[in-house]
């Protein structure tokens, strides 16, 4: 399939310029932009909602630092390597560890409050996967909120500052290149252009220059019909990151959570999460006829890993035809759930249930993307002028799995370490400021109303349970998705604006991940394949990564074979 270079867009209105443009406002977003700000003249901060947006506030179980004085990096480093199951990036975990504990204190001195013990030591907590007592927490579930209330009480108190700009409600289209420097390749990153619903000179489309561009804006939750991630989660980094020219990697890698509020098919946007808590304090999960079904499954019955739990639940789902199963906490009480759960029995309320009457329908949904845009140990890309921080990033330190609560820290660590480099780099000149070029290749935009579809056959195709039948059936109803006519500019009847520039982002991130996890013949981490279940170091103890060739396909490599970064 060809794919389009550039989203068909208006040309912009209107322009202006910075220093340095960070794409994003969650805690990579802020982290990035609070640094910068005293290093540079001028920060852009761009983001799509308003600041608090992303998942970052979402976020409940909490931030994994070596702390306590028993624990060590090095025991960190050894967990979050077996969770990544043989592909993690060492030299990035390394950094993740030994770094984190400092980044965690400067959050701290910004503003951010944890819980806390009786006898004023901080209250450390354990996770699945962690052999030691290692997360911070705030407000008991609550991490997420008060990381981003302090960061973002951080950015208000320089708001007015002449040498920061923030623009919410501003969605970046794509990324602007100057002159190719290879025949036919598009050339370094030199800002963006944004779409802003705002007023006066600021309003619709325009274009921000810069030296350098941070992309910090989260997930691709919303790639799939079912996700806990806010409806901004798009994959807009990784979709205009592969539109510039960029390397992205680890794609296949996604994390479902076994256990989120299941609303029935036609439910869209954000779902809540019911939280492993839940099963730790004694739920169990039963089927549609009402039998338990996880001591058939694993010894540690509901408490198995995560991905042996949702694998289950998808067995019951296809044995049984009905799309959910149920979480029985009733045992517990009224006045236990109360006092343990009380955000989660908030949300449920909202719907109408109640842990403590109820059968709670659950079901699998899509959590966290390991995969992102391809970053060295300094948040370069693949192309100059362009970083990646967050969960849009791929600094390897995921692997093929998520340790729980590391990815708030890979945001702090990594987007404060771009933010150094991108600085130094203006200093001594190695960043300088470009003439946008137009890039070759088609322009395109699919209309809406695809999302759904799309949505849907990402789940079919590239699920929690992968085969080729299925990986085929997607990678064929996308093309046909994309038919011309359709996506093709001169056929474009579609009106270029955010849902539609969203759809298309939606529908080139799924392409990229149905397209790495067809290649991948094997299970590992959060690519779980029916036809191929064991996992296969002879032949796949390599990462992959995705780029547009020249005649704009998706090309599919080992990392490292056909690139360096920037
Ligand atoms: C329910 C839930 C619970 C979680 N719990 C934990 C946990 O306990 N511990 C942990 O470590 N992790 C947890 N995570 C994961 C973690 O929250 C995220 O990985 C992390 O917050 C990502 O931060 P970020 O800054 O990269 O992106 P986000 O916080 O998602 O921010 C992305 C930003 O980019 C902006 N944006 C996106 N596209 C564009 C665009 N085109 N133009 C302009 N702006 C754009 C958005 O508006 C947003 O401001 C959880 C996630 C969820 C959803």
């Known amino acids: 399939m060809s794919f389009a270079r550039t989203l068909v867009a208006p040309e912009p209105g209107w322009v202006t310029q910075a220093d340095v443009i960070v794409v994003g406002s969650g805690v990579a977003g802020l982290t990035a932009a609070l640094e910068l700000r005293t290093k540079v003249d001028r920060v852009l901060v761009v983001t799509k909602g308003v600041l608090s947006s992303g998942s970052t506030v979402w976020a409940q179980g909490g931030i994994a630092a070596a702390l306590d004085p028993e624990d060590t990096p090095e025991a960190h480093m050894a967990d979050t390597l077996i969770a990544g199951g043989g592909l993690c990036s060492v030299p990035a975990v390394e950094v993740l560890v030994r770094e984190g504990p400092e980044r965690v204190g400067e959050l701290m001195a910004r503003g951010a409050r944890f819980d806390h013990m009786e006898d004023g030591k901080i209250s450390l907590g354990r996770e699945g996967g962690h052999h030691a007592d290692r997360i911070i927490h705030a407000g008991g579930d609550a991490t997420g909120a008060e990381v981003s209330r302090a960061l973002v009480a951080q950015l208000e108190a320089i708001r007015n500052d002449p040498g920061i700009e923030v623009i919410e409600h501003a969605l970046v289209v794509d990324l602007l290149t100057s002159a190719p420097v290879d025949k036919g390749w598009p050339g370094p990153v030199c800002g963006v252009t944004l779409h802003v619903i705002g007023e006066g000179t600021r309003d619709g489309i325009g274009a921000a220059t810069a030296k350098a561009v941070i992309v910090a804006t989260g997930g691709i939750g919303q790639v799939y019909r079912s996700s806990t991630n806010p409806v901004s989660a798009t994959g807009?980094?990784?979709?205009?990151?592969?539109?510039?020219?960029?390397?992205?990697?680890?794609?296949?890698?996604?994390?479902?959570?076994?256990?989120?509020?299941?609303?029935?098919?036609?439910?869209?946007?954000?779902?809540?999460?019911?939280?492993?808590?839940?099963?730790?304090?004694?739920?169990?999960?039963?089927?549609a006829d009402g039998k338990r079904f996880m001591p058939d499954v694993h010894p540690m019955a509901e408490l198995a890993p995560r991905d042996v739990v949702t694998h289950a639940i998808v067995d019951q789902i296809v044995a049984t035809g009905v799309e959910n199963v149920f979480l029985d906490a009733r045992h517990l009480g009224a006045e236990r759930i109360a006092h343990r759960f009380p955000t989660i029995q908030e949300a449920l309320a909202e719907h109408g249930l109640d842990m403590a009457v109820d059968l709670i329908p659950v079901a699998p949904a899509q959590h966290f993307h390991s995969g992102g845009v391809f970053t060295d140990l300094y948040g370069r890309s693949t192309l100059k002028g362009l970083y990646a921080a967050g969960e849009a990033a791929c600094t390897g330190?995921?692997?093929?799995?998520?340790?729980?609560?590391?990815?708030?820290?890979?945001?702090l660590v990594f987007a404060s370490r771009a933010a150094k480099d991108v600085a130094s780099r203006i200093v001594e000149g190695d960043l300088t400021e470009g003439e946008p070029v137009r890039r070759d290749g088609t322009q395109g935009l699919l209309p809406a109303t695809d999302r759904g579809r799309i949505q849907k056959l990402a789940y079919e195709g590239v699920g929690p349970v992968r085969e080729r039948d299925g990986l085929e059936a997607a990678w064929e109803e996308l093309r046909d998705i994309r038919r011309p006519g359709r996506f093709a500019a001169a056929n474009v009847t579609v009106t270029p604006q955010t849902a539609e520039w969203e759809t298309t982002n939606v529908a080139q991130t799924a392409a990229g991940i149905i397209a790495a996890a067809r290649i991948r013949e094997e299970s590992r981490g959060g690519h779980f394949r029916r036809?191929?279940?064991?996992?296969?170091?002879?032949?796949?103890?390599?990462?992959?990564?995705?780029?547009?060739?020249?005649?704009?396909?998706?090309?599919?490599?080992p990392v490292g074979i056909d690139f360096a970064t920037s």
């Open 236 to 287: 807009d980094g990784i979709a205009m990151a592969l539109r510039a020219g960029a390397a992205v990697a680890d794609l296949e890698f996604v994390q479902f959570h076994p256990t989120v509020l299941w609303l029935g098919s036609g439910m869209i946007g954000q779902l809540p999460l019911i939280s492993e808590a839940v099963r730790g304090e004694g739920a169990l999960l039963l089927n």
């Open 397 to 411: 330190v995921h692997g093929a799995n998520r340790l729980a609560s590391n990815s708030l820290l890979e945001g």
């Open 531 to 557: 036809d191929f279940p064991v996992t296969n170091d002879a032949v796949w103890k390599e990462r992959l990564a995705v780029t547009f060739d020249e005649e704009n396909h998706l090309r599919v490599n």
